[in-house]
């Protein structure tokens, strides 16, 4: 267990820089990092606890695979005959 302190410095994901950077805290709250300041581009930010998010990629394929499986359900309920 470390304790994080004011200007510390921590990994983290800029939504600016797009990718994990290093980020000096510049709010603590209960001993955990709350907001942080990307050393690149100097945005502040809630710290997001180094969660990259899913890429635009990623979220096709999801949404892929969502409408796949929609698809599958309703294809499955579909095979009864009309009354
Ligand atoms: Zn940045």
């Known amino acids: ?6 200007g510390d ?10 990718r994990l ?3 000096q805290i510049v709010s603590v ?3 955990q990092p709350a907001k942080v300041r ?4 100097y945005n502040d930010h809630d710290y997001r606890f ?3 998010p899913p ?4 979220l096709k394929k999801q949404a892929e695979l969502e409408a796949a499986m929609a698809k ?9 005959p009309p009354a």
Do not use: F, P, W
């Not at 990307?38 to 581009?41: A, L």
């Not at 599958?72 to 309920?77: E, F, G, P, T």
């Open 1 to 6: 267990m470390s304790e994080h302190r004011l």
């Open 9 to 18: 410095v921590i990994d983290d994901y800029c939504i600016k820089c797009k």
């Open 21 to 23: 950077t290093n980020h």
């Open 29 to 31: 709250l209960e001993a």
């Open 38 to 41: 990307c050393r690149t581009c």
């Open 50 to 52: 180094e969660v990259v």
């Open 55 to 58: 890429t635009k990629k990623e």
């Open 72 to 80: 599958a359900a309703q294809d499955a309920s579909g095979e009864q």
